[in-house]
């Protein structure tokens, strides 16, 4: 008498191709739920129109000489753009964390993909929110007189916005993983969207503020982001360099700079993707 043998089926492991391919449906996954309507869509780009059209022509008005008044105003715009990436960021985040406890991220988590692979999605999906936002305000604001240079040095302006949105939403997804109510979560905003902007060299030099303070700007990730804005963007735009790194090479420091910031990157990043999968798997 002979045994019949029914095979199994044969279950392989994930492999890193289908992990990556994951991406691309997990991006579009939080972007439906970031903008699942004109008024969501609305909403982010109102944000630098009110910048670009009212507070930086008035604040050049108020603050400037006529004869600087589209310096000024090409310098308080840049500087907008390290305001608008952390607060998309942090917001996102939230959304991260309403998502967590009354969406399907529960049973995402238990989906057989990499944990990772939600974490990188997200960033992706915020970069794209803030491209938008970016595109927004340098085109309307040019258009109501900001000056800008249009050269390789863009480039520098491109990197560092990348990185920057790494390292603030970064802090989002991490702080959206540890506080355990949208409440908490809300009250922590200012202090890493908002504050920072004001020691950044955002409104004035971070020369004019008292030396210790100062010391403690040049350490800030934000400080080093406009630093980059203003160098790629604005003519004259290594004095913002200048006044962290003391150095004459401008591309020496916008690339020291850079290296801060993507230092701040890995790790900040590498924090969130760990504690993300930790409290995944718990």
Not at 28 to 52: K, W
Not at 149 to 160: G, H, I, K, P, V
Not at 165 to 173: C, I, K, M, R
Request: with cysteine.
């Amino acid at each position: 008498m002979t045994t019949a043998t029914i095979p199994l089926p044969v279950t392989t492991a994930p492999t890193r191709s289908r992990k990556v391919s994951v991406l691309p449906t997990l991006t579009g996954r939080r972007l439906a739920l970031t903008v699942r309507s004109p008024r969501a869509v609305a909403i982010p780009v109102l944000a630098p129109v009110l910048f670009a059209l009212v507070v930086a022509p008035a604040l050049a008005n108020s603050v400037a000489s006529a004869a600087q008044r589209t310096t000024y105003m090409t310098y308080f715009c840049v500087a907008t753009a390290g305001l608008l990436i952390p607060l998309n960021c942090m917001f996102s985040g939230l959304s991260v964390l309403v998502d967590r406890q009354q969406g399907a991220m529960r049973e995402l988590l238990v989906a057989p993909i990499s944990r990772a692979s939600i974490v990188v999605a997200n960033v992706v999906a915020v970069m794209a929110v803030t491209a938008l936002q970016l595109v927004v305000l340098i085109a309307v604001s040019a258009l109501r007189g900001a000056q800008y240079q249009t050269t390789s040095r863009m480039l520098w302006f491109l990197a560092a916005a990348v990185l920057l949105v790494v390292v603030t939403y970064g802090l989002a997804e991490i702080l959206a993983t540890r506080l355990t109510s949208a409440e908490e979560y809300t009250s922590v905003i200012p202090a890493v969207a908002i504050i920072p902007f004001f020691f950044a060299g955002s409104l004035f030099p971070i020369t004019s503020l008292p030396s210790w303070l100062s010391d403690v700007a040049t350490v800030l990730p934000l400080t080093h982001a406009l630093a980059l804005f203003r160098y790629g963007l604005a003519a004259h735009g290594g004095q913002a360099l200048h006044n962290i790194w003391g150095m004459s090479n401008d591309t020496a420091m916008a690339a020291l700079s850079i290296g801060v910031l993507a230092l701040y990157a890995a790790v900040i990043l590498g924090a969130a993707i760990r504690l993300f999968t930790k409290a995944g798997t718990s």
